[in-house]
């Protein structure tokens, strides 16, 4: 839209979810996104582990129902990114028990809410028809869980490859600590610098100190938190692994294990990278190499030849700010403000692409 002076969005945090939005929104604002780390990317920001750099987790796109195709293509043109098949499927405890077949596998999430494995029957029963039917319709759900290809290295490089090329503004280093409403104009204050927008867009896991207008003040530090524990190991096998993710029930020691080696730039390096994350019970445990072998081998996914050469015991703290404060901070924004509230990427992207509008 040239000749016609944009309005400033101002874009608080970088997450996947962000720069998607900034993507869609930047021929209607003239935009700059503020990050406080050194790098963008938010909760998908790849690690360095082992001396390689690696995703902190398996990082799949997954539905069970809906089509994801808008997704792919719309990354595909417009920064390059391919996705893959996670291969082979991931698996549970529960898929196991039953039928080992992929319709079971997504089911374990809401099965091990219940007790009762008559109850999980039906359930699963019941999501598997629920599957097929979907599989009718939607051509493109048999694939219901992808991974990028490169992992999330490859996705932050092409976003921002794509921010440069499109003109839009990034700042990193840079945290917000302050949101100001004064006469209608909205006021972003880090410890450097004020910037004045006319919108900002930003996340429910701001970290924000203060919000206030004329006849307000809310101090944001009330926070809803969650910790999620993850322990890497580095295994040597000479088989081949069966699994590429793997659920347990919630009375396990382990929730999740995956093998995300094949989102590890890998050089010349031979070993298998496992990522565990840890059950909430047993997140305070003494985590060492021979506590997490022996649990490895109690649970029989791994080929029996297998060996740890080096665990990392690692913590993700999630925290959100609370819900009524962001409300109040809504009530009081006028429509300036606009927060995105996720818990999952892939439904995060596709509300984005559905809906082209702040
Ligand atoms: C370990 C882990 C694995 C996950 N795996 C998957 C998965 O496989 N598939 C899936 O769909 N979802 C997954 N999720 C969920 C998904 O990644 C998150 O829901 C999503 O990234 C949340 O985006 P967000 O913008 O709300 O928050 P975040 O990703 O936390 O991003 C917030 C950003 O804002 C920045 N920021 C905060 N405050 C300020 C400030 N004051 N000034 C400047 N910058 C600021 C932060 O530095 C950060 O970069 C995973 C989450 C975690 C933690």
Redesign the pocket.
Known sequence: MKGIKRKKLFI???????LMKALILKDRYDITI????SD??????YTEKFGMIMD???????TLRRDLSAIYSFLNKEIGVKFQVHSPQPTSEESIFFFNTPEFNYTHFVAAKTEKRYTRFVIQLFQTLKNKFSDLIFKNSKYKYLYIEGGTYQLLKKFKEKLKQEGIKLILK????NIEIIEGAIFLK?KKNIYKADKIL???????KLFSTKSLLIKTHKKEETI?M?VYAKIKTQEKLKFSYHTFSKNDAFYLISDITNTTQQGSFDSKIISIAMNKNHQNTNITKSSIEKQLRDKRILPNDFVIEDVIVDS?I?KKIDSKIIKAILENSKGKITF?????????WLSSIQNRYL
């Open positions: 608080i945090g970088s997450s996947p979810c962000l503020i990050e406080k780390n963008i990317g938010g909760a998908w920001l902190n987790g398996p990082h799949l796109l997954y840079e945290s917000i600590n880090s930003t996340t429910s896991r701001l970290d924000l999620l993850v993700f999630d995105i509230n996720h818990d999952n990427l892939t439904r995060c």
